[in-house]
């Protein structure tokens, strides 16, 4: 079943001369449970094509469609609530709030959507994510790798239909790397969450169901791996 279609998408930062076409026609769709990579050099677009289908980053220009809805035809307001409850976004560099703990960061887009946290689905992803005991851990008192498993229950609480991780072991060693992998794809298979990752790992690339390469703001392919 589609989870997600993309349609004609472009962006374009700037204006006149100093234009740059970030994306260029960009068209493909995705299926409910797919584990899909994202490559291509740096500047390619793929990060803004993530932030695009995450709510981030609004295109100048095509279409975004979630489970049948057209991302950007919502309000602001409707637009925010879809980013908490629809994506669950993992970054290369974590973005944890310093001064809350473990549980804290983690139950964050719960709080902030009003709603009481699901103790049985907290407690299931502490031990998941190997987190047990470091419930009241700040973030500067965890490894790396901790730090990343945090960020991804954050990601998970919400039990969001998609997944986007933009280069999410860019900071960790290659133990770490392919633990953090590994735990992203468990959920996409535990929770049939649609998992999208942009990487410059080939070895991470090649664990995906499906890999686009993006150069200059075009997917320059589209390959089935399994």
Known sequence: MEILRVENLCKV??????AVNALNDVSFSVNQGDFISIIGPSGSGKSTLL?????VDKPTSGRVFMDGQ?????SDEKLAVFRRRQVGLVYQFYNLIPVLNVTENITLPVLMDGREVNRKHLDELLDVLALKGRENYLPNQLSGGQQQ?????RALMNAPAIMLADEPTGNLDSKNSQEIISLLRMSNKKYNQTLIIITHDENIALQADRILAIEDGKITRDEVIR
Not at 13 to 18: D, L
Not at 149 to 153: A, K, L, W
């Open 70 to 74: 057209d991302v950007y035809q919502q």
């Open 51 to 55: 932030h695009i289908l995450g709510g």
């Open 13 to 18: 930062y700037g204006e006149g001369e100093n």
């Open 149 to 153: 498993r945090v960020s991804i229950g």
